[in-house]
């Protein structure tokens, strides 16, 4: 008898199943027959209220006075065609009204986090201390991104497996709005997975570094902590991310997209504009030790190679602007007479000299006259 009623009542259920409005589309086998019997029988049990939802990615934004930006950027984030994400902005001891802006911005998915004035590197490692996703993404607090940028990026780095660290996608450079792809494929960066060995370009190697940019990288959280975050001694506001991104490209393979889909805000930037004044020296010119000790064996001849060329630039660029004696500091510390080949190298020694100072003085004021002309 007890068996015919529960017939018997299956049979109904599965008959009135038909009735139900708004049956989910989605779900799994579990959810959706429990949804359909508990609706037969009127007691509405809801399975999918205890879903839990894995986030694919927490977004990090180091802020620091950009009020008139953040919402620009989080409009951006809200927009994405992949919805599953938190959002860690990290005010970094603003003095202006950036942080009310964030604490205001209503989406739920969106955290503000606050911390004394430590510089842009701690900022992102504060982020990445409480990220809760498997994936990491960056944006700076006056950058975009296009809306596929993270729907793109996961499905990429999912596809390519585990074993694939990061993918770096191309940008659109403002305020002109142009594509930089062309200018990176005559820099050698091609579409696809690369794990550096003994003999790749040292040349090659340095614009994989600079093309892996935080707001263009997608990367996994583990890899990130792994090797340390990001730079964030003496409040360094220069290539604190190059620190973190070579220890990266020396151990992991990466990946990259050319296809530009993120927009980097030049006009917008205090951190990145040095046409007007002595840039800082990059961390791993003034702390290799950390750099060299994450080195792999097979690696160090190439790693040498890499901070030679990055060395001479520096000493390009500091005698340009009359440090002439930290030029040559630099040049003796990282570079050799064999690495007469490397980019930068000719015009570093003239650079690291009294002579490269005059140039540079005198071309500074060659300057200054055009632009007072324009």
């Given at each position: 008898?007890r068996?015919?009623v529960w017939?018997?009542?299956?049979?109904v259920?599965?008959?009135?199943?038909?009735?139900?409005?708004?049956?989910?589309?989605?779900?799994?086998?579990f959810?959706?027959?429990?949804?359909?019997?508990?609706?037969?029988?009127?007691?509405?049990?809801?399975?999918?209220?205890?879903?839990?939802?894995?986030?694919?990615?927490?977004?990090?934004?180091?802020?620091?006075?950009k009020?008139?930006?953040?919402?620009?950027?989080?409009?951006?984030?809200?927009?994405?065609?992949?919805?599953?994400?938190?959002?860690?902005v990290?005010?970094?001891?603003?003095?202006?009204?950036?942080?009310?802006?964030?604490?205001?911005?209503?989406?739920?998915?969106?955290?503000?986090?606050?911390?004394?004035?430590a510089?842009?590197g701690?900022?992102?490692?504060?982020?990445v201390?409480?990220?809760?996703?498997?994936?990491?993404?960056?944006?700076?607090?006056?950058?975009?991104?296009?809306?596929?940028?993270?729907?793109?990026?996961?499905?990429?780095?999912?596809?390519?497996?585990p074993?694939?660290?990061?993918?770096?996608?191309?940008?659109?450079e403002?305020?002109l709005?142009?594509?930089?792809?062309?200018?990176?494929?005559?820099?050698?960066?091609?579409?696809?997975?690369?794990?550096?060995?003994?003999?790749?370009?040292?040349?090659?190697?340095?614009?994989?570094?600079?093309?892996?940019?935080?707001?263009?990288?997608?990367?996994?959280?583990?890899?990130?902590?792994?090797?340390?975050?990001?730079?964030?001694?003496?409040?360094c506001?220069?290539?604190?991310d190059?620190?973190?991104?070579l220890k990266?490209?020396?151990?992991?393979?990466?990946?990259?997209?050319?296809?530009?889909?993120?927009?980097i805000?030049?006009?917008?930037s205090a951190?990145?504009?040095?046409?007007?004044?002595?840039?800082p020296?990059e961390?791993?010119?003034?702390?290799?030790?950390?750099i060299?000790?994450?080195?792999?064996?097979?690696?160090?001849?190439?790693?040498r190679?890499?901070?030679?060329?990055?060395?001479?630039?520096t000493?390009?660029?500091?005698?340009?602007w009359?440090?002439?004696?930290?030029?040559?500091?630099?040049?003796?510390?990282?570079t050799?007479?064999?690495?007469?080949?490397?980019?930068?190298?000719a015009p570093?020694?003239?650079?690291?000299?009294?002579?490269?100072?005059?140039?540079?003085k005198?071309?500074?004021?060659?300057?200054?006259?055009?632009d007072?002309?324009?």
């Open positions: 008898m068996r015919n017939s018997f009542a299956l049979v259920a599965i008959i009135k199943c038909a009735d139900i409005p708004q049956l989910p589309k989605r779900g799994t086998w959810e959706i027959n429990t949804y359909r019997l508990s609706h037969s029988f009127n007691f509405k049990l809801n399975p999918f209220r205890f879903r839990v939802s894995v986030l694919k990615v927490s977004i990090v934004i180091p802020l620091y006075n009020a008139p930006y953040v919402k620009r950027a989080l409009d951006s984030i809200t927009a994405q065609t992949l919805a599953d994400f938190e959002v860690l990290v005010d970094d001891g603003s003095t202006d009204d950036g942080a009310s802006t964030v604490a205001g911005y209503p989406d739920p998915r969106v955290r503000l986090l606050t911390q004394l004035n510089g842009p701690q900022a992102r490692n504060t982020g201390a409480a990220a809760q996703a498997e994936l990491v993404a960056f944006l700076d607090a006056d950058d975009e991104w296009l809306p596929t940028y993270l729907e793109e990026s996961v499905n990429s780095l999912e596809s390519l497996g074993e694939v660290a990061s993918v770096t996608s191309g940008y659109l403002f305020p709005g142009r594509s930089k792809k062309e200018m990176w494929q005559k820099r050698g960066i091609k579409e696809g997975t690369f794990c550096l060995n003994p003999e790749t370009s040292a040349s090659l190697a340095v614009s994989m570094l600079a093309y892996m940019t935080p707001p263009s990288t997608l990367v996994r959280t583990e890899v990130i902590r792994k090797w340390g975050g990001f730079y964030s001694f003496g409040k506001l220069f290539a604190e190059a620190y973190l991104w990266v490209l020396l151990n992991e393979t990466v990946a990259f997209n050319l296809e530009p889909l993120v927009k805000h030049r006009e917008a951190l990145s504009k040095n046409l007007h004044r002595v840039r020296v961390p791993f010119l003034i702390e290799p030790y950390g060299e000790s994450a080195c792999p064996g097979p690696l160090r001849n190439l790693l190679s890499i901070l030679a060329i990055r060395a001479a630039k000493a390009c660029v500091l005698g340009y009359g440090q002439w004696q930290e030029a040559r500091l630099i040049m003796e510390r990282f050799t007479w064999k690495d007469w080949q490397l980019p930068y190298y570093a020694l003239i650079c690291s000299s009294p002579v490269g100072a005059a140039l540079g005198t071309w500074r004021g060659v300057n200054a006259i055009f007072r002309r324009e």
